[in-house]
Structure formats: structure tokens, C-alpha cells
T-cell receptor
Framework: GAGVSQSPSNKVTEKGKDVELRCDPI?????LYWYRQSLGQGLEFLIY????????KSGLPSDRFSAERTGGSVSTLTIQRTQQEDSAVYLC???????????FGEGSRLTVL | KQEVTQIPAALSVPEGENLVLNCSFT??????LQWFRQDPGKGLTSLLL?????REQTSGRLNASLDKSSGRSTLYIAASQPGDSATYLC????????????FGDGTTLTVKP
């Protein structure tokens, strides 16, 4: 497809389990971003990848959160030992260059029971 | 720290009316500003991107303006339609090396037939 693809679209897990969320950006886009949208709250920046530069991890809320981007394309956001407060929609975006126009995927809705 | 505010939080108008959505930001040293729409349960769809050197951008019935000195942007929607019903968000980018965009909480628009 031409857009940003995210999987799974929905994930229900038990507290304490690890989860992985995947993002496949638009082909050729060098920048990739993860945001989190919690119920009733705005979008919260998590992490930013741009080309081969070191990622900006300043938005990750705790060391249980990590992300990687392999081969400058697909990215995986991993949440270890999930907590109920991690329940949210995790949105991935890409842009053709750093600070360019953002294009978002449909998001992965995470529910931690 | 950049703060982005969107007022009103919700707006209801009859079909055919022209309307204006507001976005204000506290730090005028921005790189660009982007308007999005979000339908329930969906990701964000990019509407317009305004670079800091631009005053406005137009796409179809949408016109976005930017006044950096006053820290304001407006999104003008002409001849509103029920299909325009959605939440509209603005996002501000601080600089070319800043991956993070700061989002407002959005204005939820309802256009009544």
C-alpha cells in the first residue's frame, strides 16, 4: 500500500506481558515517528528516527519502552512488563525528510487488562 | 516549552456555514505547522502544512493561515458539509532537527444536515 502501515490494529494483553507493535513507513521516507494517544489526552511524542542518525528517545516514558528501526525502514516499538496505564493508541508516522510533512498510520490500539 | 491550544474544544454548525478553527502556540520560533483531521477510531489525515516562511496554504474548501508573531494559526472551512465532521488537530514543529511535533488537543466539529 501507499500509506503507513501498522500492525496489529488491536492488541489485548495481560498486565506484565511484553508487546511488540510494528510500523511500515511510506517507501522512501527517511524519518519515522512514534506517538501515543491516550483516552481524553492529546498526542504524546515517544521517539523519532531520521536516517542513520541516533534516534531521539526523549519522549519514551520509562525504560520499559524501546524502539528500533531496521534497515532504515520498518520499526518496532516494544513495551516490556506492560502496565494498565500503557493502554492507548500507538500511532506511527513517517515523513520524506526530517521536519517534513507527517503522514500517520491508522494506529495500534493496546489494551492492558 | 512549546504549548499548543485549540479553542473551542467542540463546535457544532449547520451545513453550509463557513467556519474558523483556532490554534495558538506559545513559542513563535517554529519551523512549520500542520493541520490534521481525525475520524473516530482512525489515524490522522494531513490537511495542510504551512512552513514558517509562508502566510497561508489552500486546498479545496480549506484555507490555513499562519501568524508567527502572534503565535496563531486558523483553519477556515468554507461551505461546511456533514462529511467534515471530525476532530481537527494542529501540530507545531520547532526546528529542522527537532523530531517532535507538539499537538493541540483538537477541536471536535459536528456539521448538522
Amino acid at each position: 500500500g501507499a500509506g503507513v502501515s501498522q500492525s496489529p490494529s488491536n492488541k489485548v494483553t495481560e498486565k506484565g506481558k511484553d508487546v511488540e507493535l510494528r510500523c511500515d513507513p511510506i517507501s522512501g521516507h527517511t524519518a519515522l515517528y512514534w506517538y501515543r494517544q491516550s483516552l481524553g489526552q492529546g498526542l504524546e511524542f515517544l521517539i523519532y528516527f531520521q536516517g542513520n542518525s541516533a534516534p531521539d528517545k526523549s519522549g519514551l516514558p520509562s525504560d520499559r519502552f524501546s524502539a528500533e528501526r531496521t534497515g532504515g525502514s520498518v520499526s518496532t516499538l516494544t513495551i516490556q512488563r506492560t502496565q494498565q496505564e500503557d493502554s492507548a493508541v500507538y500511532l506511527c508516522a513517517s515523513s520524506p525528510r526530517g521536519a517534513g510533512e507527517l503522514f500517520f498510520g491508522e494506529g495500534s490500539r493496546l489494551t492492558v487488562l | 516549552k512549546q504549548e499548543v491550544t485549540q479553542i473551542p474544544a467542540a463546535l457544532s454548525v449547520p451545513e453550509g456555514e463557513n467556519l474558523v478553527l483556532n490554534c495558538s502556540f506559545t513559542d513563535s520560533a517554529i519551523y512549520n505547522l500542520q493541520w490534521f483531521r481525525q475520524d473516530p477510531g482512525k489515524g490522522l489525515t494531513s490537511l495542510l502544512l504551512i512552513q514558517s516562511s509562508q502566510r497561508e496554504q489552500t486546498s479545496g474548501r480549506l484555507n490555513a493561515s499562519l501568524d508567527k508573531s502572534s503565535g496563531r494559526s486558523t483553519l477556515y472551512i468554507a461551505a461546511s458539509q456533514p462529511g467534515d465532521s471530525a476532530t481537527y488537530l494542529c501540530a507545531v514543529r520547532q526546528g529542522t532537527n527537532a523530531g517532535k511535533s507538539t499537538f493541540g488537543d483538537g477541536t471536535t466539529l459536528t456539521v448538522k444536515p
